[in-house]
């Protein structure tokens, strides 16, 4: 996975919704997921991304994110995700988990907003959120519960 990638992620982020760049900027931490590849046939379905964990603007460790679906679906499609830590204390139960998964370890709120729509930071309550959008803008009614990211070997080692 490039900086790159996960630079360009954070800039497109940025560009579909006013107050996003403070939102980031602010945050413990951000978990930064460039591209999701999804994929259902016949009733199963799964879900798989790589993405690096971006705290005081500097790319540190790099994770996965995995989950699996049953009921009908059928076609691919691809996204990108952002999940911001907005306290210390949550950034730490993540670092520090052996693999955390989104409704068991933890209750990350999806915020759904319309393309160019300003965030309103003064009103989030949870601290834990997630963005998912694809190049069009940002996307509604997907969930990530059951999504298990975990932290992947360091590449350098």
């Known amino acids: 996975m490039a900086s790159t990638s996960v630079t360009e ?3 497109k982020f ?5 107050g996003g760049e403070k939102l980031i900027v602010d945050a413990a931490g951000v978990l930064v997921f460039p591209e999701i590849i ?18 005081n603007k500097e790319i540190g460790s790099y994770y996965e994110l995995i989950s699996a679906s ?12 952002i999940i911001v830590f907005l306290t210390e204390n949550a950034l730490k139960e993540f670092k520090y ?4 998964k989104i409704g ?5 709120a999806v915020i759904t907003l319309g393309a160019g729509a300003k965030l309103d ?18 996307m509604y009614s997907l969930s990530l519960e059951g999504t298990k990211i975990s ?7």
């Not at 940025?14 to 006013?18: A, D, I, Q, S, V």
């Not at 049953?70 to 995700?81: D, P, W």
């Not at 988990?97 to 955390?100: D, Y």
């Open 9 to 11: 992620t954070l800039n």
């Open 14 to 18: 940025y560009g579909f919704t006013g």
């Open 38 to 55: 999804k994929a259902g046939l016949f009733g199963f379905g799964g879900q798989y991304g790589a993405g690096a964990l971006v705290v």
């Open 70 to 81: 049953f009921g009908f679906q059928l076609g691919i499609q691809s996204y990108s995700t």
């Open 97 to 100: 988990s052996e693999g955390w």
């Open 104 to 108: 068991v370890d933890a209750s990350v």
């Open 121 to 138: 930071t003064e009103n989030i309550k949870d601290s834990v959120i997630a963005f998912v959008f694809d190049n069009k803008g940002l």
């Open 151 to 157: 932290r992947l070997p360091d590449p350098k080692k």
